[in-house]
């Protein structure tokens, strides 16, 4: 097994730079031969298994291994993305709630950005909590309005105002 790889990170950047998800089969595949260079008790083998799975559709095989991935301890950049990806599956399997509260918990890191303000808004919009998604989205933009920044967020804060 070849767990400390050096050129197994590369590999896979390379791989999701590349694949073409039309042809799902081979794309599996292909990620689960990466993966099985590091071994099933290995969380970011266990994330990228979950992020091929999620890409091509497989959404409940994308949770299996999003959640062992998070039981074999992912970490640092990888567990934020996953956060992300998890939380997005959670709702595309009908589980809102889950996904909103995994989404909710989240912390910052560079490596998604304003993800989580995406996804959470999507999910909160399935839950029926249209003005908290609208807020959401509105209060990621304020940041990047080079004028109305006050007054955009103002009217986002107005629009769940009653139930703050």
């Given at each position: 097994?070849?767990?400390?790889?050096?050129?197994?990170?590369?590999?896979v950047?390379?791989?999701w730079s590349?694949?073409?998800?039309d042809?799902?089969?081979?794309a599996?595949?292909?990620?689960?031969?990466?993966?099985a260079?590091?071994?099933?008790?290995?969380p970011?083998?266990q994330?990228?298994?979950?992020?091929?799975y999620?890409s091509?559709?497989?959404?409940a095989?994308?949770n299996?291994?999003?959640?062992a991935?998070?039981?074999?301890g992912?970490?640092?950049?990888r567990?934020a993305?996953?956060?992300?990806q998890q939380g997005s599956?959670?709702r595309?399997l009908g589980?809102v709630?889950e996904?909103i509260?995994m989404l909710?918990?989240?912390?910052p890191d560079?490596?998604i950005?304003?993800?989580?303000a995406?996804f959470?808004?999507?999910?909160?919009r399935d839950?029926g909590?249209?003005?908290?998604?609208?807020?959401?989205?509105i209060?990621?933009?304020?940041?990047?309005?080079?004028?109305?920044q006050?007054?955009?967020a103002?009217?986002?804060h107005a629009?769940t105002?009653?139930?703050?």
């Open positions: 097994m070849a767990a400390d790889s050096e050129d197994w990170e590369p590999r950047a390379h791989f590349t694949v073409d998800l042809y799902r089969a081979r599996v595949a292909a990620m689960r031969e990466l993966a260079e590091r071994g099933p008790d290995d970011d083998a994330f990228e298994l979950g992020g091929i999620d091509t559709g497989y959404e095989e994308a299996a291994h999003y959640a991935a998070r039981e074999l992912l970490a640092g950049a567990l993305q996953l956060n992300i599956t959670l595309n589980r709630d996904a509260a909710e918990a989240t912390t560079p490596s950005g304003d993800a989580r995406v959470l808004a999507l999910a909160l839950a909590r249209h003005d908290e998604a609208l807020r959401l989205c209060e990621a933009l304020v940041p990047h309005l080079p004028r109305y006050r007054s955009a103002n009217y986002a629009l105002e009653a139930t703050d």
